[in-house]
């Protein structure tokens, strides 16, 4: 039995280092390079193949159990594999890897410094090197690390209930509450409401241009409706970047519009505004990034979008909190996000307790259990932050995001050169997803020009895009096709409602270059048509997973 455990003297760490190794040979098995998933040979729904499971009598050797383990590595979509572009799907570096599971051998527990160490000063100190990232004072200002950008989100809803009414903590809620956020909002800003007992159909969301930003003027009116009903508002969440379009709202003018509310109210408590920024953080590496000399060679489309991102994101510093996932832009393993607050009291506050002085924070006082909301807390989120920051620093970063930006200006400029192939998403974002549609024929109508298609013609534009996705998905499952693309359903509502879904393609590896993006059109342009051959009998058969539906309503 001791055998499993680390030796007093650690002087079995290779035992560890060769059970890596172990589970490595035997994930293998299902590698395929060429296949940006894992071989997939499982058949039949979970109940069937929980038939394996029970809890043994007798334990198992290590051998048979990373066998049972190495089963379930079928199917895995790996994120580091350049042909994997789902979905903010980041590959963590390998460092930061390594020492978020190292640091679980001796005491994995950040709930106190006098526990594990002076290893909670990574907290600290990612702390810092945030609010220098954003321009705050890291003296007064402070942060937690949590369960997921979800919980940041939570985090910025119990903070703004505690402004309305500090005695909530031991009361509850007393007050009509209601919060805001837009229609391109994540779906937590609501769902956070349900978990806190506000109700998630008090969040309001706003409506949005095209661009994905909020109506200010709206937002101002239903603020009017809200407040002089005698409502409280708890949360105002302004968009740091949303996961497709990578919206980023105006967080000044929303800050100033809250500001001009707490006087014509004259409301006793201000309204939080917080910044859901757990992708679009990112971009303020680029804020020493000198885009004259420009030393990445962004192109000149990828520095416009970067800069005006940057302008955007810079705005954070005027609102009272915001969160940062390190699990997603950050390029961490999982779990690894950061909630900020301008104002640590409010941190404090959830534990009834005193700020510490920065001055005074020592060895033995720093005790984030007394007040975070997990009791036990995971050290490897914020060592694994902490290794990212500094192996990266800002231009490690600017290279990291300036690199995706270049292959997907690539990726934009080689898909707009085939005319069955049309790219949607250029002028009304500036990310660096692609949003695409594949025409039926050469002299289809643009996408944009839809609404002279009649119903019956509609359906079959929009079927016609789900059944080339379908087909590349069976084609990535018989393995002619390394890229996993996304399927983004009802993704653009046309003007008499209908909705039309579209093919999203999100690179987040380092190793998708110009050179695969250019390959990645020429492939696409290939299998499609493959696909011309036989688009009418179509019907898939093999799938790595069931798809999605079509959707036409
Ligand atoms: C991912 C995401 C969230 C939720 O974060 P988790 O880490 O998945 O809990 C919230 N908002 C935005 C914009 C996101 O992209």
Redesign the pocket.
Known sequence: MKDYFLDPDSMNIDLILNLMRELHEKFGRYFDLENPRMRNEIDGNYASILEREALPEEGSTVNAVFEDLAFYAQGILKWNHHGAMIN?NPPPTLPSVAAASYVSLYNGNGAQDISCGYLLTTELAVVKMICQLVGADHKTAGGIFTF????T?LHALKHGIQRINPKAIDYGIKDEIVTFSSKQG?P?HSEVGGWLGIGEKNCLHISTDKKGIIDLSELEQELDGALSDNKKVALITA?G???IQMTIDPIRAIVNLRDKMVLKYHLDYIPRVHV?S??GWVYLFFKNYDFKKNYLELSETAAAKIQRQLWRIEEIKYADSFGV?F??TGFCPY?S?LYMTFDKSEIYAQGKQQPIAYEELEYGNYSPFQYTLELSRPLNGMVAAYTNLKLLGYRGYQKLIGQLYNASECLKSALAKETRFQVINTDNSDSFVTLFIVKEHVDAPSFFKLDSLNKGELHNFGLYIQKFYLYLLEQQKIGNCWFALDYSSGYQVLSNGIKIGVLKIYPMSPYFTCEKAIQMVEDLKALLAEFDKISHSFKIKEVPHKPRPFVFR
């Open positions: 903010v997921g950008g979800k919980s989100i994540h937590c968009n970047g949303t996961t859901d757990v992708i996932d699990h997603k779990s996000s």
